[in-house]
Nanobody
């Protein structure tokens, strides 16, 4: 059974940094694409970033490009989201997700929640002004 467990969320001041972790277990993920999404109160869940487990190819939402970096440790079976220059608008619950579907590495495809097969429980990030 696939399990994703996020950690690292906390309260941070604007301009600060955080690194979120997503520990994946239950099987190998070499053919998967892993994504980070976030959901603020009263808003829909939105795409943040994604990474191909095998190649390390990355995709980013425009709102975080240049500030956030997604990476993976294939030995530790962990995906990371390094978040720098945080803003109050980044406040949200951050979710890790995995997709086993064979598709082109397109942001059009991987920004959609329905294209992911399993999800973590989320971790809260709060950025104070």
């Amino acid at each position: 059974q696939v399990q994703l467990v996020e950690s690292g969320g906390r309260l941070v001041q604007a301009g600060g940094s955080l690194r979120l972790s997503c520990a994946a277990s239950g099987r190998t993920f070499s053919s998967s694409t892993m994504g980070w999404f976030r959901q603020a109160p009263g808003k829909e869940r939105e795409f943040v970033a994604a990474i191909r487990w095998s190649s390390g190819y990355t995709l980013y939402a425009d709102s975080v490009k240049g500030r956030f970096t997604i990476s993976r440790d294939t030995f530790a079976n962990t995906v990371y989201l390094q978040m720098n220059s945080l803003k109050p608008v980044d406040t949200a619950v951050y979710y890790c997700a995995g997709s086993d579907r064979r598709a082109p590495a397109s942001i059009t495809y991987y920004r959609k929640t329905e294209n992911y097969d399993y999800w973590g429980q989320g971790t809260q990030v709060t950025v104070s002004s």
